[in-house]
């Protein structure tokens, strides 16, 4: 773990690993495990019971053998779906509490270093994900939805073209939810277009706040970074390339 962690956010990143390894426990044995990892059953067996916890680099060694036995990336494509004509289906993905747990673990792991104040996505499907990632940080959690609530006087907004249409869409947040200075990490589901990502960055912006961090479960390809002006680190579970679409579509 990193060495200028507190002590309360290196013991929850270490009870984040056992999770993950419990998590496990409910599909593989104590001798798979050790087998896959190379620690020993027993040492395996008091981890899950939480009768003793892993040090810190220990905990994060754990986690690079536990992702090695079933990553993030692998499940994510094992539930994708595809349409007829070769659109994707997150369905099965973006409402699933395991995988939304160890998505959230993961994302948790990556911005560790960052030092991260609020927690932003657009409605709806990276909700989910979004909320269980603000929980496990601990921090204020801001949904940006396509109208305007009913009893809040002012709004920040930020409209951007989806594409494949001639209509604009436009996200709403309220003012001062964001407040200057603020560092933001976004979440979402799926990043394709990137143009729903800059219309997020925009309104972090316009609050003066700072963008830290971006985390999505699926992008796809790199076209997206020309709508997207961002200095920040970009963690994805799965990425897929446009010529892999191209083939489901032909």
Known sequence: MAKYLGRYDDLKLRLMVIERLRLLKDKYSYKQLSNLTGIPESVLCRYVKGSVLPGGETALELWRKLESVESLSSIIRSKIEYTPDGLLNLTKIVYNPYIIKLASQYAVMKFSSK?????????????????????????????????????IKEFVEASYHPGGSSEMKTLYIPKGCIK??????IVDDLIRTGRTLNAIVKLVEKNKGRVEGVFALVVVGDKWKEHVKIDCPVEVGLKIEEEELAKRRG
């Open 115 to 151: 030092k991260i104040k609020k927690v932003i996505t657009a409605a709806i499907n990276g909700i989910p994900l979004a909320t269980e990632i603000a929980v496990n940080m601990e921090k204020e959690l801001i949904v940006a939805k396509d109208a305007k609530e009913v009893g």
């Open 180 to 185: 200057h200075g603020d560092e933001v990490l």
